[in-house]
Every structure is written in C-alpha cells, then in structure tokens.
DNA sequence: CCGTCCCGCCATCGA
DNA sequence: TCGATGGCGGGACGG
C-alpha cells in the first residue's frame, strides 16, 4: 500500500514533470536566494523544506554541502546558522592547505598519460582520513563520516585546489577520491556509486558558481572547471541587480545563476529589470495556464500544507478548463509577478519568484516548440 | 543505449 | 526508544 505517490493514472495527462525543476542545483539556488538576505542567522530544516517545497531529505543535502564550503554551520538539532558567502575563502584556504598536507595528487585522472591502473598505493602514505583529527582511532565510528556528502564535497574541492587541472571529470574525481588505502578490488563498482554523489556535488558547486561544466576541448566529455569565489562578481552580467546592500555581499549577487547545459538559452533573464521576456508567442495564454497548473502539481498534498504553490492563483482548481483567466501573452510577468509578490513577505522569496519564472521560460520554449505546428 | 541524478527506503546516530 | 540524519542504489528521465 504504498500507493501513496499516485502520480497520476492518467499516462498522457498534460502535466509535465521537469527533472531539472527538481535538481538539486535549483534547489540550492533557491535555498541560497531565500536566507541570503540581511539578517538571517538561524536555519531551521523544517522551514526551509517547507519553504522550498521539498522533502526534508533534499534539505539535508543541500544543508551538508553548503557546511563543507563554509556557508553555513551546524548548531543543533534542526538548526544551523548562516555564515554567508564571505566565509567561502576562508574555507576555501583551509581547504587547500589541508589538500596539500594531504598530498592530494591526482593521479594524472582523465584520459590521459598513465596507461591503464597505476595506482600507487603499495606505500601506505596515502591515507586522507581527513585532517581535522579529534583523536586518533575512532575508526568504526568515523567511517560513516568517511563517505559523507560532506567530506566528500571537501575532497572534490581539494582536488581542484591541489591540483593544476583545470579540468576535471567526474569520472576522474570519483577515481582520485576513492580514498581507500584499501585494495582496488573491486572498487571500480564503488567508484561508480561514488560518481553518483559527484553528480550531486557538482550541481550544487556549479549553482553556486564555484565551478562550471564545460565539455572538454578534444574529448566531448563533459567536466568540472574551477572557478572560484571570483566566478561571480568577475562580469557578472552588467544590469546591475540591486542599487542597494552596502552589505558585505560579494559573491552570491547575482541569483540568476542556473547554468545548466551549454545550449544557448543566454536571455540573462533578469526579470526584475527586465519588463518583458521574450517568449514564443506562438501559444496561446490558455496552454500556457492549463499547463501551469499542473507544473506544481506534482508537490504532494500532505497533511503538513505548506503553502507554497508558487504560481497558484485564486483560480486554479485543476485541469478543470476554467480558462477564463485571460492574459496578455507578453509582458505580463510583471503584473503576474505583481499580483503574487503580497503572498511573499520578504524580497528573497521575490528573487525565488525569478528564478521560477526562468524555469517556466524553458518549460515553455519546450512545449511551445512541440505545438508549435498545432497553431497555426 | 547511456550519462545523469531524483527519490525515498532504511541503517545509524544522538538525546 | 524515537526522532533526526544521511548513506545508498534502483530505476526514471532526457538526450
């Protein structure tokens, strides 16, 4: 009887699930934009999940992830403190020094030099375990902390700190972090369990623009490039975004960062400046509202209800067809925005508005493409 | 078919 | 013991 997702029993129904929408990258992006504001010091999980509309479990992710760069800090139970973007060098550099103690070399990874495996390992130097010692010893226990996410998002960081590759592949990066003085047997099946946390890493890095996915020159293999604190404020797109923050902000301004994939999209979607979007009108406003509804349907009706349908007017009983909501195809996201800013109270959620808006955009450009024939 | 990586089960940890 | 954490990998998604 776990019957309980029911997704729907309708396979053709006009829903549209998005994976990306889902990402953990978004959803960083998003955790990012709604505490990185003024005075945020106290975390709560259970807020923020609520919040962002995800299960506790994605919180968790992000939550660990984030601590490894420093942004944030356990407290306690639940709770975590915000330590912002400035702390990023900070541990960046302990991070390095850590790495370098390590001696953490790759082993040449990728594609190249290096014939088949070389791991040099017959020593016993290599051990990792982490620099951070509370005592020596203590193995069993601290081997669930071994394979954290956390440890393992420092370790990632270290290699591009440590190494002069400016590329890396996850592949490559799974190989190197192995991290195991133990045999090799057998643990090409562990590194491939491991590229699947990497994955997870990488989205959320590359949201916070630490690092970038670019397909490697030769190969069309795509990897990691390091980009580093001053991945941000470096062009960072002219329109300036907000007149206002003297504050200490300096890196994570500019929250309309979602990079995924290298197709061409640009459009540095700032809505806030921008007062109408380019959008293909070949739909017309019905599609798009039928369609909308169903974007955030997927969020399960639990008990808790949290209220966070983003684009959930008044009017939104379900695929009932009560399309008499009519609204200009251009342009409009202003008011559309305007009309929904009173259910948020503070701007961060503003900015968490914009970045729906982008990811409607694509939505859009995708179903727009598929019907575009249908229209005459 | 394969590279990504979301989902959520369930082992562990901590109070 | 119970709730909070968070490994872990099956298998869905998207190209």
Known sequence: M????????????????????????????????????????????????????????RIYDIVNILESVGILARKAKNQYSWKGFGAIPRALEELKEEGLRENFNISDCCNFVKSLDDIEEGGSSNSK???????????????????????????????????????ISLDCAAMALLGDGHNSTAMRNNSAAKVRRLYDIANVLSSMNLIEKTP??????PAFRWLGV????????ATAMDVQQPKKREFGTDVTNYSLKRNKADSSTDWKSNQNINMPLHMKPGDLENNG??????????????????????????????????????????????????????????DLFGHYVEAWKSWYVEVAGKKQMNSR
């Open 2 to 57: 776990s019957s309980f997702v029911s997704r729907e029993n309708d396979p053709k129904a006009q829903y549209f699930y998005s994976r990306k929408e889902k990402s953990l990258g978004l959803l960083c992006t998003n955790f990012l934009s709604l505490y990185d504001r003024q005075d945020v010091e106290s975390i709560g999980l259970d807020d923020a999940a609520n919040r962002l509309g995800v299960e506790r479990r």
């Open 129 to 167: 375990s982490d620099g951070q010692d509370r005592s020596s010893g203590l193995s069993k226990n601290d081997n669930r902390r071994e394979k954290s996410l956390g440890l393992l998002t420092q370790n990632f960081i270290k290699l591009f700190l440590c190494s002069d590759a400016d590329l």
């Open 216 to 221: 490697h020159p030769e190969s069309r293999k």
């Open 230 to 237: 001053k991945g941000k404020l470096k062009n960072a797109s």
């Open 293 to 350: 509804d169903g974007l955030e349907q997927n969020s399960k009706h639990s008990s808790k209800g949290f209220v966070f349908g983003p684009f959930t007017p008044a009017s939104a009983p379900g695929v009932g067809g009560s399309a008499n909501k009519i609204m200009k195809p251009t342009q409009d996201w202003e008011s559309l925005a305007s009309t929904f800013r009173p259910q948020y109270r503070n701007q961060a959620l503003s």
